[in-house]
């Protein structure tokens, strides 16, 4: 049995083009689908460790005291440094404006 060369070329080429393309394309897809999954268990494992060096405590929208409760933590701070006379009248004026909205 006699097969026509030009008959053959065209199946060959699609199969090559075929085989090309999974060969490019299946590690590319998989490298995106790996470093997806890697970030996503970085960013929830670094969650897991603020967590713990937190106390527990949330920090997110659904559990707005805890953020409050630290930033409060911070306001009476004490301020280490020598300030000239102009910051210090600015911040007698930043602290009779808090109290005044309290």
Avoid: C, H
């Amino acid at each position: 049995m006699r097969y026509q060369i030009s008959k053959l070329i065209w199946p060959a080429v699609i199969v090559a083009v075929v085989l090309l393309g999974a060969m490019f394309l299946l590690p590319v897809i998989s490298a995106v689908l790996i470093g997806v999954f890697a970030l996503s268990g970085l960013l929830w494992l670094s969650g897991k460790i603020f967590n713990f060096f937190q106390n527990g405590k949330d920090y997110s929208a659904e559990n707005p005291e805890d953020f409050y409760e630290s930033s409060k933590k911070q306001e009476y701070k004490r301020v280490t440094g020598r300030w000239d006379r102009n910051q210090v009248e600015d911040a007698v004026v930043i602290a009779e404006t808090k109290d005044r909205k309290n």
